[in-house]
C-alpha cells in the first residue's frame, strides 16, 4: 500500500513521523492549542478586570454629611411638617433651618431660610394681586384668608423638599442611639410669631397694591 493511500486510509499522519499537528490538534472541548493559549492569556486580564469591578462596587461611599459627632440633638423632620402647615412658610423655614444645623448641616441653613421666606412672600403676593381693589374690611379678611391657604400649601411642598435633605441624617442620628429634642415649646412659640408675621404681611402687601 503507498504512503498516500494509507494517509487516505487514516493509518498514518500527514507528516513524515506519523505524528499529527500538536498546534492544529483538538482537545476533548474542541479548543486547538492556540486557542487554549490565547484563552490562558486572556484570563488574567479578565480576572483583574473583574476584581476591579469588585474593589468599586465595595469602595465605601460615604462623605461628610454620614458622620456621627455633628449631632445636637435634632427633631423629626417630619414632625416639623405639622408645624409648617399651621405655621407656613416662615414657621417652616425657621424650624427646618434651625434643624439642619442640628443635623450638623449648616451650609444649608441660610438657604432654607431664605427659600422658605421668599416663597410666602412670592405666593401671597401672588394670590392677593389676583383680587379686585379697593378692599372693603370683608373682602380684606377673605383675601387674608386665601394667602394664608396658599402658604399652607407651598409651605409643605417646600417642607417635603427639606424632609427629603434632611431625612437621611436624621436616620443616621436615630440608628446610633440618638433621642430627638423635645419641640413643642420652641414650636409653640416660632408658630405663634410666624402666624402674628402672616397677618402683618399680608396687611402689608394689601396696603402696597391698593396704593398703585
Request: net charge positive; proline share 5%.
Amino acid at each position: 500500500m503507498g504512503r498516500t493511500a494509507a494517509v487516505r486510509a487514516g493509518m498514518v499522519g500527514p507528516s513524515c513521523s506519523g505524528i499529527k499537528d500538536p498546534v492544529r490538534a483538538r482537545d476533548a472541548t474542541g479548543r486547538t492549542l492556540a486557542a487554549r493559549l490565547n484563552w490562558a492569556r486572556a484570563r488574567p486580564v479578565a480576572i483583574k478586570e473583574k476584581m476591579s469591578r469588585d474593589e468599586d462596587l465595595l469602595r465605601p461611599t460615604l462623605n461628610e454629611e454620614d458622620d456621627v459627632v455633628a449631632f445636637d440633638r435634632p427633631w423629626d423632620p417630619w414632625s416639623l411638617a405639622f408645624v409648617t402647615f399651621f405655621g407656613g412658610p416662615i414657621a417652616g423655614g425657621i424650624l427646618y433651618s434651625w434643624n439642619f444645623r442640628r443635623l450638623g448641616m449648616p451650609a444649608k441653613a441660610p438657604w432654607c431660610l431664605a427659600g422658605f421666606l421668599l416663597l410666602g412672600v412670592a405666593v401671597t403676593v401672588f394670590a392677593l394681586s389676583r383680587m379686585d381693589y379697593p378692599l372693603g374690611a370683608e373682602e380684606r379678611r377673605a383675601a387674608g384668608s386665601t394667602a394664608r391657604m396658599w402658604m399652607r400649601i407651598c409651605a409643605l411642598a417646600a417642607a417635603g423638599i427639606a424632609i427629603a435633605q434632611q431625612r437621611r441624617r436624621y436616620r443616621l442620628f436615630v440608628f446610633h442611639g440618638g433621642g430627638s429634642a423635645r419641640l413643642f415649646l420652641p414650636a409653640l412659640g416660632i408658630l405663634l410669631a410666624s402666624i402674628l408675621a402672616q397677618v402683618v404681611l399680608v396687611m402689608v402687601v394689601v396696603m402696597a397694591i391698593s396704593a398703585l
